[in-house]
């Protein structure tokens, strides 16, 4: 019985808090541990096929030393047949690298050259280059890809490679010199302020906790305390002594006086500070040249037990050589036409179907139009959950297709529209 009293007088509220720790941090260790996929096959198909058109891209070299650089590039096309209930990149967008957690700092990003430290917005159905420049921040084993976030979307990714970063972390340095000529680590940066403020704010949390659970830390009998006063008809004000107002008004303004003291504080020894900056940058589309070819969509199928997508089209080719189709591409899935490239995975998750498309209807003349019909057939349809697009309640599907000339040329073009289900 003494011990039972003793606990629920001093130890309960501490009791609680522990066990509300401990709960917390078993949800952050639960959510800790490497990450082996970045949400690739999550997202649906519609936003995957429709939205960012990721192509060309390179990640070198993809072996480093902690410290040393990578770049990350490529290009883009956004789809022409982006969905209406999607926000576009016509609003906002931000150039981003999809990582598990802060591996590499960010040196460079650009966007056709121009520099997308902030965030930019660009139009539909246009080509974009962009670069990414990385410094090794830990080393181990990582699967990067380029990412292009797009406000009220979510992060569109683009291929992922797998990268290795050797050395040790002890090796890292991320110094920057400021305005006024300081050096300083952005690693540890007033860690130490950081770990105080947070400290000192933890004991005055707790100290609240503290004073109001002294007597009754559980919220089900304070509650029932507040009914029985109500149903006697006294006011449930009354169970807080005028001790317990004067107290609580203590640590407002000891509350207060902290926060002014720190701004102060922190005035004085930071005089000039510039805000982050958040305006849009302009970008335009790349120059290209003119498309030679022209395609007229005859709608496609996808036969679910074969995992053949078969799409037909009329293609005029106003070039000076003839042209073949050598890959088509979606979803960051690259169905390659075997008799007209040599194209393999990079490494185990790269999403290369070195054989995976055919046609019919042969190579297109200078001058000419031709009906083709393009079969892309591979089990990533499958792997990569791209069958649900069958669900999709809009049915439509896009992609880029890549046309070869014979003369060394490549046109890339769009194609998109309705799509029907074939399930036998
Ligand atoms: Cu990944």
Redesign the pocket.
């Given at each position: 019985m003494a011990l039972r009293t003793f606990i629920s007088r001093t130890a309960r509220p501490l009791a609680i808090a522990a066990v509300a720790l401990l709960t917390l941090s078993l949800f952050t260790v639960a959510q800790i541990g490497p990450a082996f996929?970045?949400g690739?096959r999550a997202q649906t198909a519609n936003l995957r096929m429709r939205t960012i058109n990721w192509y060309d891209t390179e990640v070198s070299p993809k072996q480093v030393a902690v410290g040393d650089e990578m770049v990350i590039r490529g290009r883009f096309e956004t789809s022409k047949y982006w969905p209406e209930h999607v926000p576009s990149v016509t609003g906002r967008v931000y150039l981003n690298v999809?990582a598990a957690g802060p591996k590499f700092i960010k040196i460079k990003s650009t966007i056709n050259g121009k520099s997308m430290f902030q965030s930019s917005q660009l139009e539909l159905g246009k080509h974009y280059e962009y670069e990414i420049i990385l410094k090794a921040r830990v080393p181990g084993r990582f699967?990067?890809?380029p990412v292009l976030n797009v406000l009220d979307s979510g992060a569109l990714?683009g291929p992922?490679y797998w990268v290795d970063t050797t050395g040790s972390f002890a090796d890292f340095s991320n110094t920057v010199e400021t305005m006024f000529g300081r050096t300083i680590d952005l690693e540890t940066f007033n860690l130490d302020i950081i770990y105080s403020w947070h400290a000192l704010w933890f004991v005055m949390a707790l100290a609240w906790l503290g004073f109001w659970g002294r007597k009754s830390p559980l919220l089900i009998q304070s509650l029932r305390r507040v009914r029985q006063k109500e149903e006697a008809g006294e006011d449930p004000d009354t169970l807080i002594s005028p001790m317990e107002k004067k107290v609580a008004v203590g640590f407002m303004v000891v509350t207060l006086m902290i926060i002014g003291a720190g701004f102060q504080w922190a005035e004085a020894r930071h005089p000039v500070t510039t805000p982050l900056r958040t305006a849009k940058m302009d970008v335009d589309p790349l120059p290209l040249p003119d498309p030679n070819i022209i395609i007229e969509y005859g709608g496609a199928t996808y036969r679910i037990p074969g995992r053949s997508f078969q799409a037909e089209f009329s293609v005029t080719n106003n070039g000076p050589s003839p042209v073949r189709i050598g890959e088509f591409l979606t979803a960051n899935l690259r169905f390659i036409n075997s008799a007209v490239r040599n194209v393999q995975p990079a490494d185990s998750?790269d999403l290369v179907a070195s054989d995976g498309l055919r046609i019919e209807g042969g190579p297109v003349p200078p001058g000419e139009t031709r009906k083709l019909k393009m079969f892309a057939e591979d089990a990533l349809w499958e792997t990569y959950r791209l069958t649900t697009m069958i669900n999709d309640p809009d049915s439509i599907v896009a992609g880029l297709v890549f046309f070869y000339g014979d003369d060394g040329s490549r046109e890339i073009v769009e194609i998109g529209g309705p799509m029907i289900p074939v399930f036998e």
């Amino acid at each position: 019985m003494a011990l039972r009293t003793f606990i629920s007088r001093t130890a309960r509220p501490l009791a609680i808090a522990a066990v509300a720790l401990l709960t917390l941090s078993l949800f952050t260790v639960a959510q800790i541990g490497p990450a082996f996929a970045h949400g690739e096959r999550a997202q649906t198909a519609n936003l995957r096929m429709r939205t960012i058109n990721w192509y060309d891209t390179e990640v070198s070299p993809k072996q480093v030393a902690v410290g040393d650089e990578m770049v990350i590039r490529g290009r883009f096309e956004t789809s022409k047949y982006w969905p209406e209930h999607v926000p576009s990149v016509t609003g906002r967008v931000y150039l981003n690298v999809g990582a598990a957690g802060p591996k590499f700092i960010k040196i460079k990003s650009t966007i056709n050259g121009k520099s997308m430290f902030q965030s930019s917005q660009l139009e539909l159905g246009k080509h974009y280059e962009y670069e990414i420049i990385l410094k090794a921040r830990v080393p181990g084993r990582f699967h990067l890809h380029p990412v292009l976030n797009v406000l009220d979307s979510g992060a569109l990714i683009g291929p992922g490679y797998w990268v290795d970063t050797t050395g040790s972390f002890a090796d890292f340095s991320n110094t920057v010199e400021t305005m006024f000529g300081r050096t300083i680590d952005l690693e540890t940066f007033n860690l130490d302020i950081i770990y105080s403020w947070h400290a000192l704010w933890f004991v005055m949390a707790l100290a609240w906790l503290g004073f109001w659970g002294r007597k009754s830390p559980l919220l089900i009998q304070s509650l029932r305390r507040v009914r029985q006063k109500e149903e006697a008809g006294e006011d449930p004000d009354t169970l807080i002594s005028p001790m317990e107002k004067k107290v609580a008004v203590g640590f407002m303004v000891v509350t207060l006086m902290i926060i002014g003291a720190g701004f102060q504080w922190a005035e004085a020894r930071h005089p000039v500070t510039t805000p982050l900056r958040t305006a849009k940058m302009d970008v335009d589309p790349l120059p290209l040249p003119d498309p030679n070819i022209i395609i007229e969509y005859g709608g496609a199928t996808y036969r679910i037990p074969g995992r053949s997508f078969q799409a037909e089209f009329s293609v005029t080719n106003n070039g000076p050589s003839p042209v073949r189709i050598g890959e088509f591409l979606t979803a960051n899935l690259r169905f390659i036409n075997s008799a007209v490239r040599n194209v393999q995975p990079a490494d185990s998750h790269d999403l290369v179907a070195s054989d995976g498309l055919r046609i019919e209807g042969g190579p297109v003349p200078p001058g000419e139009t031709r009906k083709l019909k393009m079969f892309a057939e591979d089990a990533l349809w499958e792997t990569y959950r791209l069958t649900t697009m069958i669900n999709d309640p809009d049915s439509i599907v896009a992609g880029l297709v890549f046309f070869y000339g014979d003369d060394g040329s490549r046109e890339i073009v769009e194609i998109g529209g309705p799509m029907i289900p074939v399930f036998e």
